[in-house]
């Protein structure tokens, strides 16, 4: 027997990486380069509790306007840090 797990996905990764692309303007040394934005959605993901579903619809139905604030909220301090993270760290390579 076998089962397609295709539709199980975490539902932070399409919401930081929406974030991630929304914050790229104010951060143009990062996002001038494609892997470096790579490394901001990754930062921000790690530091986000993950959140596996298979339909969005269902996932957001279940949760209160105050749990869907405190994910919003916590999706834009992750990008946010994810950024000054990874832009501190290219400052830092080019100082070397």
Do not use: W
């Amino acid at each position: 027997m076998t089962q397609d797990f295709s539709s199980i996905y975490n539902h932070h990764e399409r919401e930081v990486l929406g974030a991630v692309m929304a914050l790229a303007p104010q951060f143009p040394a990062v996002a001038a380069d494609s892997d470096l934005l790579c490394d901001v959605a990754c930062v921000a993901l790690n530091r986000l509790p993950p959140r596996y579903i298979r339909h969005a619809v269902d996932f957001l139905f279940y949760l209160t306007e105050h749990e869907r604030r405190e994910i919003d909220s916590a999706i834009d301090e992750s990008v946010g840090y994810a950024f000054n993270f990874v832009q501190a760290r290219l400052a830092l390579r080019a100082k070397a």
